[in-house]
């Protein structure tokens, strides 16, 4: 341990030792490149104002003094020149231009032999060149020192040789040497962070960029190579060990075919997170990818003014509000001002985290209230409804786990479809002025229990607006990263444990969607819906399952991790559908946000189906209880009956593809 301490202490004499020795030095060679300056124009040139050697004597004695005088004042030689901005020299040029008006002044003041203004002004330009000169030289030696060739090399040993500065690359060889995915502003404000910043753990070699004004050029000493230069060779040459993605509008199919790339070379693969104004109090940093990247889609912000408007000064009723969706939908509604936010679950930790966090953010700016109940205790419900008189209802309580409700289908009935209609029966009852439903993408001709219970929902939403008070909307995206049920968690929990990573089929493909997304969209749907829509959001391409675990083993940075598929789960259809007749839209003021035309059941008709699940559920069998959800939704099909579909299509679409191949223009494709 002390032999540590003294390693440490003879390190910090040595560095101590080089920033004391490092003025003097510096002071040292602008006194040389003065005199050189001096000898020129004040020695060698012989103008019409000849000086004898008194008058160089003097000129000099003035010149110097007043140069050096005015630099250690403004402390010139206490800047740190390796690291030196423009404002390090920018305070050379006003001290040296103060340093010229002085002589000026005194070259006229004083009895002295006189020179012209035109030599007085070239020996402090020439001074004052060199000085820069000498400056930018030790910069740039010190930053492109590092290079492993023969130029670096040498810059190097001129460094060590003028300066007594060890070489560079002892210490930048422990750094990690990092490609930077983009040269502008982001790009090149982390480069500039990276070299000026000692303590950093990564020196920049290179950048990649697709700008034809900077491929070929250098910033800072660093080079910018276009994508189709950059090879696994090359990268190796220059020992790249990560690459990191330093523009923040790149398109998700272009960030997914560099990271691709970059991946399979076997490289790390990093972010450069700036802030923007669109994320306030943002701050920089390097991180990996988050999973919501491995989607490669940009997430969609939908939060408006008008959205805003809406819910300020408004009483809000979250069911579910401790859960993942509900939780979002409170801190979202939190930042809108609404007059008061009432959070009811089931689960009371859930609840409970979610007030302790809005307190601490808000205190007493935010009228908050937790009820512990369930939505299927309809007098419990009833008492909110009297005590609060909610305005808005947003109902995101509900049982949403597919295999568990297919074992537990008489809970997932009661929970999910009379839950509901308690709530709508209780708007009516108390008139609230709307209510919001969070629905699924399962409930699109669904395979299992909780998505038929969903689309149950669904109807008797649109119903109750056909002869309601209230105001009806409910909105259907699909999987929420990072929920409880999501599984991003389960396959972290997989990696942890060193795999295997289980897929049930890896022909499954989902649409994913953040949380503050889903959350974003149930709140603006809500607040523009006129009555009875059914919002769905355009969710873009769909993702593989089997390739987000790929990207996250690869991520993890764990080796030897097995991808097992185990077979489809009770319930489980391969793809999941956002539409019942996708040709059949309306737009709304949101691109993102469609409206499916649906027809609505009467009051009378779902009455009747109500009645059904009940006598059902009464039963207490579960068996029972889902025939009974086959007969009251039409669409809701077995799974082997969807699977089998859509394995037929795929296979249609790859023989399609392959007659394709060996189409030729203006031919029509083979009947085989």
């Keep these: 341990m002390s032999k540590m301490n003294e390693e440490k202490t003879d390190l910090k004499e040595q560095v101590d030792k080089k920033q004391f020795h490092m003025p003097r030095i510096l002071i040292v060679y602008d006194m040389l490149v003065y005199l050189i300056a001096a000898v020129l124009l004040l020695v060698l040139y012989e103008g019409n104002d000849k000086l004898t050697t008194s008058g160089i004597f003097q000129q000099v004695v003035l ?27 920018i305070r050379l040029l006003s001290t040296d231009a103060i340093a010229f008006s002085i002589y000026l002044l005194m070259e006229l003041c004083l009895p002295v032999e006189k020179i012209t203004f035109a030599r007085m002004l070239s020996l402090s330009c020439l001074n004052l060149l060199g000085a820069l000169a000498i400056r930018m030289l030790y910069r740039y030696a010190y930053k492109c020192g590092n290079q492993e060739s023969q130029w670096g090399k040498f810059l190097n040993s001129v460094l060590y040789f003028f300066s007594g500065i060890e070489p560079g690359n002892e210490k930048e060889n422990r750094k990690i040497k990092v490609a930077i995915i983009g040269a502008g502003r982001v790009g090149v404000g982390l480069a500039e962070d990276l070299i ?32 189709d ?27 997914k ?106 205190g007493n700016r935010l009228k908050l209230q937790i009820e512990i109940c369930s939505i299927t205790h309809r007098k419990a419900l009833e008492k909110v409804f009297e005590t609060y008189h ?40 108390y008139e609230a002025e709307r209510f919001m439903m969070v629905s699924t993408d399962k409930a699109v001709n669904p395979t299992n229990v909780m998505g ?69 969209l149930v709140l603006q749907s809500g607040a523009m819906a006129k009555n009875g829509e059914l919002f769905v959001l ?60 649906d027809t609505a059941l009467s009051e009378e008709e779902i009455e009747e189906k109500m009645q059904i699940l009940r006598e059902a559920c009464d039963s207490g069998d579960n068996l029972i209880a889902k025939q009974a959800m086959r007969k009251v939704v ?22 399609e593809d392959k007659v394709e191949v060996h189409k030729k223009p203006g031919m029509k494709a083979a009947i085989f």
Excluded at 65 to 88: E, N, P, S
Excluded at 229 to 254: G, H, N, R
Aim: aromatic share 10%; glycine share 8%; proline share 4%.
């Design 452 to 520: 038929a219970t969903k689309r149950m929902c669904e109807m008797i939403v649109q119903s109750a607006s056909t002869h309601g008070k209230v105001k009806y909307s409910a909105t259907r995206f699909g999987n929420v990263l990072g929920s409880a049920g999501s599984v991003i968690p389960l396959f972290k929990r997989q990696i942890a444990n060193g795999g295997p990573v289980t897929v049930t089929d890896k022909r499954i493909i989902r649409y994913f969607m953040t949380i503050p997304e889903a959350s974003q």
């Design 229 to 255: 230069d950059v090879t696994v060779k090359k990268l190796a040459d220059y020992e790249i060990q990560e690459i990191i993605f330093a523009i923040p509008s790149m398109k998700a199919e272009k960030k």
């Design 257 to 362: 075919k560099l990271y691709e790339f970059y991946k399979n070379a076997g490289y790390k693969v990093k972010v450069y997170d700036y802030p923007t104004m669109y994320v306030a109090g943002g701050k920089r940093h390097l991180r990996e990818f988050d999973v919501e990247e491995l989607l490669f889609r940009k997430p969609i912000v939908m939060s408006d003014e008008k959205t805003n408007a809406y819910y300020r000064d408004k009483v809000v009723l979250i069911t579910g509000g401790g859960g993942s969706i509900g939780s979002e939908l409170c801190r979202q509604l939190a930042k809108m001002h609404p007059k008061q936010i009432i959070i009811l679950d089931i689960y009371e930790n859930g609840a409970y985290d979610v007030q302790q966090e809005l307190k601490i953010a808000y």
């Design 196 to 227: 000026s910043n000692e303590q950093s753990s990564y020196v920049p070699r290179c950048f990649i960029d697709v700008s034809k004004e900077k491929i070929g050029r250098e910033i800072h000493g660093i080079p910018v190579w276009t994508e």
């Design 390 to 429: 909610p305005q808005i209802v947003i109902n995101a309580a509900a049982h949403k786990h597919v295999p568990l409700m297919e074992h537990n289908c008489v809970e997932a009935i009661y929970n999910n479809v009379f839950g509901t209609y308690n709530l709508v029966e209780l708007c009516e009852e």
């Design 634 to 655: 039409p669409t809701f099909k077995r799974p082997e009956e969807v699977n089998c579909h859509v394995a037929n299509e795929k296979q249609e679409e790859k023989a």
């Design 63 to 89: 010149s110097a003094g007043c140069i050096f005088a005015v630099r250690m004042t403004g402390k010139i030689y206490g800047q740190v020149w390796r690291y030196g901005g423009i404002q390090c020299y």
């Design 538 to 597: 355009d969710m873009g391409q769909p993702v593989k399952i089997l390739d987000l675990a790929e990207n996250m083993i690869r991520l993890s940075g764990v080796e030897g991790i097995e991808i097992v598929e185990t077979g489809l789960r009770p319930g489980e259809k391969l793809y999941e559908e956002l539409l019942v007749k996708t040709e059949e839209l309306d737009k709304t003021e949101n691109s993102m946000i469609f409206i499916e035309r």
